[in-house]
């Protein structure tokens, strides 16, 4: 199986991000990466945001998206725990030639065993006297530290991809939008009787094997005859949106060695909801008052998260690798 989505190297000495999935295997690491769109310097840029976490370490790096579309300017931090490391701290770099801050505070960050932290953090990146992207719950130490204006328009989170490694059963959180709740989502691929083994893709003693995607702890997909459906999609609900979701284990069936599926998860906005909240009024913004970068990007009518089609900004990639 083959993608287009590149891997950061988030802990190799150089500067190059890597473009395959070798950096991810060498190191066993965890990767969770974020992707915004925002804007700098008049233009839109996308900006990633990418924790590690392997045996030895917990690494940050942030990426901005050069004016060219190819290049990227990348600042990174490891978390090392057997000597103190700078757990707060600010770094200038050059972005098309003009200077950006990235500042950060992990001094109480709780990261809970996951890749990414959950709380008591902030990483802001600035840019002309903008905070042009702040993740994180402690927004108001981060614009007391940077001293900079908020941006006035607020980035749009257009993606997620996680990479995640088990043997039967992967799980992870997501929301799939800013304003939402925390959902649980979990995949198990399993045998049909629970007493064959598989190889290459094919059943012993009548065993096939079969994938169950749970949300919330809900049975949204349950794919059985797994062998010849290695590829497919369904639509679901959740919480009333449609989800739809996307499947790709080839390589878990027929591939020899430590093999990735995909799955995708990506929001769309029904028909009905969307044409009630586009024909709803809404209230009188300030000049001052921060804008979604969806109306300064789409049409008029867009919904912020959405775009005119009812097709939500943002997806859910999955990377789920399998450990014998």
Known sequence: MQDTIGIPACFSSGEKVSDDHSAVTRSGQSVFVSVYRTKIADQCRLISVTWCKNLLLHGLSVSVEGLDRESQYTFKVELKPWYFWRKQGSKRFMVDGKAADIFWDLKAAKFNGETEPISEYYVAVVYEDEVVLLVGDLKKNAYKKTGCRPALIDPILVSKKEHIFGKKKYSTRVKFNENG???????????????????????????????????????????????????????????????????????????PGLRHALFIFKPILSSTSLSSLSSASSPPQSPLSSTPLSSQTESSGSLEGFNASGSSDFCLFLYAWKVE
């Open 181 to 255: 709740s925390f959902h649980y989502i979990s995949i198990e691929c399993r045998n049909s009787s629970g007493g064959g083994k598989m190889i290459n893709g094919n059943s012993l003693n009548g065993v096939e094997p079969e994938m169950e995607i749970r949300i919330d702890g809900l049975s949204v997909v349950h794919v059985k005859h797994l062998q010849w459906k290695f590829r497919g999609n369904e639509s679901i609900s959740v919480n009333k949106m449609r989800v739809e979701v996307y499947w790709d284990v080839h390589d878990w069936l027929f591939s």
